[in-house]
């Protein structure tokens, strides 16, 4: 699977992003889909993820301000950020996971999102 993230860029606090993971070399069907991000001098964070049922989980820091969402066909997956804060600068990342098999796993290149004025 190759994941290709876009949408970052700079946007102006209280403004809004909706970061885009296009999938291709197979389906998403049977995968878990993550968003993480990592700011410079601070730990990767896990900030939403997605069961292949479609059940949703984020972390405090971005908990009803971002949504984590998928196209079935488009093969994609989404995360619409709202409410956007200088703390929520970073390299966002997407990921999946193989419901069954863990060991199949794959990484998107980082998209950096600015939020500042």
């Known amino acids: 699977v190759q994941l290709q993230a876009s949408g970052g860029g700079l946007v102006q606090p209280g403004g809004s992003l909706r970061l885009s993971c296009a999938a291709s070399?197979?389906?998403?069907?049977?995968?878990?889909m993550d968003w993480y991000r990592q700011a410079p001098g601070k730990e990767r964070e896990l900030v939403a993820h997605?069961?292949?049922?479609?059940?949703?989980n984020y972390s405090n820091s971005v908990k009803g301000r971002f949504t984590i969402s998928r196209d079935t066909a488009k093969n994609t997956f989404y995360l619409q950020m709202l409410s956007l804060r200088s703390e929520d600068t970073a390299v966002y990342s997407c990921?999946?996971?193989?419901?069954?098999?863990?060991?199949?796993?794959?990484w998107g290149k980082g998209t950096q999102v600015t939020v500042s004025s």
């Open positions: 997605m069961t292949e049922a479609e059940i949703t």
């Open positions: 070399g197979s389906t998403l069907g049977g995968y878990e």
């Open positions: 990921h999946v996971v193989h419901t069954i098999f863990r060991s199949l796993n794959y």
